[in-house]
Structures are given as structure tokens and as C-alpha cells.
């Protein structure tokens, strides 16, 4: 029988969990999610667990740790410490891992976090098709969900798409309704939404599954190639077509911004410009044929980590998500493979980091915080079912 410090340890960790879930679950409000997470926070002292397997997190927290004061020292570093100290407000989100590792424990609490993704980024997709309702659906006014930008629009629906084939394929899910209509609903507004980064990113992650899973698959590549050329609406087929055309004037502004951001990396290669600062600076880098002036960021997750803060933070970054993929693989291995009772979530954890990284090649996702925020919650996955082994 539970003591009543017991009883009243776990309620606290109860409301914890639903509070850090409930943050997950908002982003569609940056405000919403925000205030959730200050109140995960400000509860943290009596919400998390007293068993914290700190030195089976550390292959995370390391990383994760270099990251921040390698931000700390590109803000030190920077020309202008005054814009560049803004960005110090990104360790507030990245909070959202280290919540996750005290917060969530164990097989069935991570399912539910996972199926609160999978269902907030498919109720986002539906809210996108009923855009077109409204005039949204061609290339100057794309569905965007509830959120101010296409980008971040199908960068959540991304995620929770690669978590939702997961959970089909190696859950054993398949027999359930409501997820074929989710898949449906977020495959479509994904190629409603016309952002090709995520269009590359899920082709080439469901090609790493295909291979992985059934490699018979492939054969079926080329008759579903030819049947969307037949069957796509013309300005689709266009859009797809442009992928490659280095002529399309996004794709080649995309090679100027490349060629800007290594001039900055060689310039200062171990702290960066600073954060905040390569969308000022951009013009001094800019090459005198990029279509244009200005831009928000590189368009490159790696880029604009290594341009703004310097190779080590890129380094970091890099470190963090392979410690966390690798963590993902050793569980699935660990546990029976494919036939292991949680490999739909290691696997949805390295399909989903996979995707996310492919697209960050032709996007600054990781800046987005509506997208970073899930991004962190699978990051910690194969760890918190790993600490819940240890009950």
C-alpha cells in the first residue's frame, strides 16, 4: 500500500507528465505552449521522479550541455552583443528535452505523448485542406494550418506523419481506422502545402523503410512514378519537376545563401557571426547574383548553425542527434528487432530525426519552435523507454 507521501509524489507526477504533454500538444500557439512549458517548469520541483538515471541520460545531456555554452559563447563572442544575446531565449525551448527525460517514463506514457503528436499534427492537416475553402492553394497563398508559415506548417505535419507510419508498420496498427485517416489527411495537406524540403525529406526516409522493411517495394517506384505523372494536376507535376531545376529561382538564391554562409563560417569559424546576426550581416556575404537582398536565414539547418554560432555548435548539434538515433537503433536491436513490442517507437524516433534533418538541408527547421519542440520530445524517446526498464 502507497504511503500518502507516496500517493501524493505520484499525483504531482502525474500532473507533471500532462503538463509537459499539454506543451507538446499546443504548438499550434506559441503563446499557449509557452506558458505550459513556464508552468512544467515552475512545478518541476515536485512533479519530477527522485530516481532520475542521470548517467543513462548523460550520452544526451553531454551534448546537449557543449550546445549550450557554445550558444553562451557565441553570444560572448559576438560583434553585436546586444542583438545576439536574444537568442539566448532558445534555452527556454530546449528545456523540452530535459523535461521529457525527468517527466516521461516508460512504454505507455511516451505512447501517448506520441499519439498526442500524431493527433494535433492531424488535426493541423485538416485544418490546412479547409484553407482551400478560403482561396489558399496555389504558390502565393499555401495552406499553413494555424500557423503564420508554410514551413513550419508542414514541418510539424512531417514529424507526426513519420511517428503515425511507424506505429503502423511496426506497431501492428494498421487494423485501426482513425490512423488510415490520418494518414490520409496529413499525406495530403503534405502535398497540398507544395514544400518541396518535405516532399524530399519523406521520399527519402520512406525509401530508408522500404529497404529496411520490404525491399521488394522498390520495384513498385517506377509504375507509381508514371501513374503520378499521369494523374498529378499540372502546377503539382511543375512544383515536383522544379526540385531539380537549378534555373527555379528559389533553388538558386538557395545556392547563393550557401556560398554566403561558408564565407561566413570561414571567416569566423569557431564562434560564428552570433546569434541573431546572419540575417543582418547577409548583405556583406550576399553574392551580387542572389535574386535577393535579404532573407531570414540560410535556408540550412547546418548552415545557419555553423554561420551564427561556429562549427563546434554545429559539432554539437550533430553529436546530440546521433547520440540520440544511436540510442534509438541499440533499443531496437536490443529488443527483438522488428518483432520487439516497442519497435514502432524506435523506429518512429529515428524515422522522424531522419526526416527532420533532411529537410533542415533545404530549411532552417531547428529555428523553428514549433517544429523544434516535437523534434526535442523525439530526440529523448529511446531514453525515457530505456529509464522506464528501470521502473
Same mark, same amino acid.
Given at each position: $500500500?502507497?504511503?500518502?507521501?507516496?500517493?501524493?509524489?505520484?499525483?504531482?507526477?502525474?500532473?507533471?507528465?500532462?503538463?509537459?504533454?499539454?506543451?507538446?500538444?499546443?504548438?499550434?500557439?506559441?503563446?499557449?505552449?509557452?506558458?505550459? #512549458?513556464?508552468?512544467?517548469?515552475?512545478?518541476?520541483?515536485?512533479?519530477?521522479?527522485?530516481?532520475?538515471?542521470?548517467?543513462?541520460?548523460?550520452?544526451?545531456?553531454?551534448?546537449?550541455?557543449?550546445?549550450?555554452?557554445?550558444?553562451?559563447?557565441?553570444?560572448?563572442?559576438?560583434?553585436?552583443?546586444?542583438?545576439?544575446?536574444?537568442?539566448?531565449?532558445?534555452?527556454? &525551448?530546449?528545456?523540452?528535452?530535459?523535461?521529457?527525460?525527468?517527466?516521461?517514463?516508460?512504454?505507455?506514457?511516451?505512447?501517448?505523448?506520441?499519439?498526442?503528436?500524431?493527433?494535433?499534427?492531424?488535426?493541423?492537416?485538416?485544418?490546412?485542406?479547409?484553407?482551400?475553402?478560403?482561396?489558399?492553394?496555389?504558390?502565393?497563398?499555401?495552406?499553413?494550418?494555424?500557423? &503564420?508559415?508554410? $514551413?513550419?506548417?508542414?514541418?510539424?505535419?512531417?514529424?507526426?506523419?513519420?511517428?503515425?507510419?511507424?506505429?503502423?508498420?511496426?506497431?501492428?496498427?494498421?487494423?485501426?481506422?482513425?490512423?488510415?485517416?490520418?494518414?490520409?489527411?496529413?499525406?495530403?495537406?503534405?502535398?497540398?502545402?507544395?514544400?518541396?524540403?518535405?516532399?524530399?525529406?519523406?521520399?527519402?526516409?520512406?525509401?530508408?523503410?522500404?529497404?529496411?522493411?520490404?525491399?521488394?517495394?522498390?520495384?513498385?517506384?517506377?509504375?507509381?512514378?508514371?501513374?503520378?505523372?499521369?494523374?498529378?494536376?499540372?502546377?503539382?507535376?511543375?512544383?515536383?519537376?522544379?526540385?531539380?531545376?537549378?534555373?527555379?529561382?528559389?533553388?538558386?538564391?538557395?545556392?547563393?545563401?550557401?556560398?554566403?554562409?561558408?564565407? $561566413?563560417?570561414?571567416?569566423?569559424?569557431?564562434?560564428?557571426?552570433?546569434?541573431?546576426?546572419?540575417?543582418?550581416?547577409?548583405?556583406?556575404?550576399?553574392?551580387?547574383?542572389?535574386?535577393?537582398?535579404?532573407?531570414?536565414?540560410?535556408?540550412?539547418?547546418?548552415?545557419?548553425?555553423?554561420?551564427?554560432?561556429?562549427?563546434?555548435?554545429?559539432?554539437?548539434? #550533430?553529436?546530440?542527434?546521433?547520440?540520440? $538515433?544511436?540510442?534509438?537503433?541499440?533499443?531496437?536491436?536490443?529488443?527483438?528487432?522488428?518483432?520487439?513490442?516497442?519497435?514502432?517507437?524506435?523506429?518512429?524516433?529515428?524515422?522522424?530525426?531522419?526526416?527532420?534533418?533532411?529537410?533542415?538541408?533545404?530549411?532552417?527547421?531547428?529555428?523553428?519552435?514549433?517544429?523544434?519542440?516535437?523534434?526535442?520530445?523525439?530526440?529523448?524517446?529511446?531514453?525515457?523507454?530505456?529509464?522506464?526498464?528501470?521502473?
Amino acid at each position: $500500500m502507497q504511503s500518502p507521501f507516496e500517493a501524493s509524489d505520484s499525483r504531482a507526477q502525474r500532473a507533471g507528465y500532462w503538463l509537459f504533454v499539454s506543451h507538446i500538444a499546443t504548438i499550434f500557439s506559441i503563446a499557449a505552449s509557452n506558458i505550459l #512549458l513556464g508552468l512544467t517548469l515552475l512545478t518541476l520541483p515536485w512533479s519530477r521522479r527522485r530516481d532520475v538515471p542521470w548517467q543513462d541520460f548523460a550520452p544526451l545531456l553531454i551534448p546537449l550541455g557543449l550546445y549550450v555554452l557554445l550558444l553562451a559563447g557565441s553570444i560572448v563572442a559576438s560583434s553585436d552583443p546586444r542583438t545576439s544575446v536574444r537568442g539566448a531565449t532558445e534555452v527556454f &525551448s530546449l528545456a523540452t528535452l530535459v523535461l521529457a527525460l525527468l517527466l516521461v517514463r516508460g512504454e505507455r506514457q511516451v505512447r501517448i505523448a506520441v499519439d498526442a503528436v500524431i493527433l494535433v499534427a492531424t488535426l493541423l492537416a485538416g485544418v490546412g485542406l479547409a484553407q482551400y475553402l478560403f482561396g489558399y492553394g496555389d504558390i502565393e497563398r499555401r495552406i499553413r494550418g494555424s500557423f &503564420s508559415h508554410y $514551413m513550419t506548417f508542414s514541418g510539424v505535419l512531417l514529424i507526426g506523419d513519420l511517428l503515425l507510419v511507424s506505429t503502423m508498420v511496426y506497431g501492428g496498427r494498421w487494423r485501426s481506422l482513425w490512423r488510415w485517416a490520418a494518414l490520409a489527411i496529413l499525406n495530403v495537406a503534405l502535398l497540398g502545402s507544395l514544400t518541396r524540403n518535405a516532399w524530399v525529406a519523406l521520399v527519402l526516409t520512406l525509401t530508408v523503410l522500404v529497404v529496411l522493411r520490404a525491399p521488394r517495394l522498390l520495384l513498385a517506384y517506377l509504375p507509381a512514378a508514371v501513374l503520378f505523372v499521369v494523374l498529378a494536376p499540372v502546377p503539382l507535376l511543375h512544383r515536383v519537376m522544379s526540385i531539380a531545376d537549378l534555373r527555379d529561382p528559389s533553388n538558386y538564391d538557395r545556392l547563393c545563401m550557401l556560398e554566403a554562409g561558408l564565407a $561566413m563560417i570561414r571567416e569566423r569559424p569557431l564562434f560564428g557571426l552570433g546569434p541573431e546576426l546572419v540575417e543582418r550581416r547577409y548583405a556583406i556575404y550576399r553574392s551580387p547574383a542572389a535574386p535577393r537582398y535579404e532573407v531570414p536565414h540560410l535556408h540550412n539547418n547546418l548552415l545557419e548553425l555553423a554561420a551564427e554560432r561556429g562549427l563546434p555548435a554545429l559539432a554539437s548539434y #550533430l553529436w546530440l542527434t546521433g547520440a540520440s $538515433m544511436a540510442a534509438a537503433w541499440r533499443g531496437f536491436r536490443r529488443e527483438g528487432g522488428r518483432s520487439g513490442r516497442r519497435a514502432d517507437l524506435y523506429v518512429g524516433a529515428m524515422l522522424a530525426l531522419l526526416a527532420f534533418n533532411l529537410a533542415g538541408l533545404f530549411e532552417n527547421n531547428w529555428g523553428d519552435t514549433e517544429v523544434q519542440r516535437p523534434v526535442l520530445f523525439v530526440l529523448a524517446i529511446p531514453f525515457c523507454l530505456r529509464a522506464g526498464e528501470r521502473g
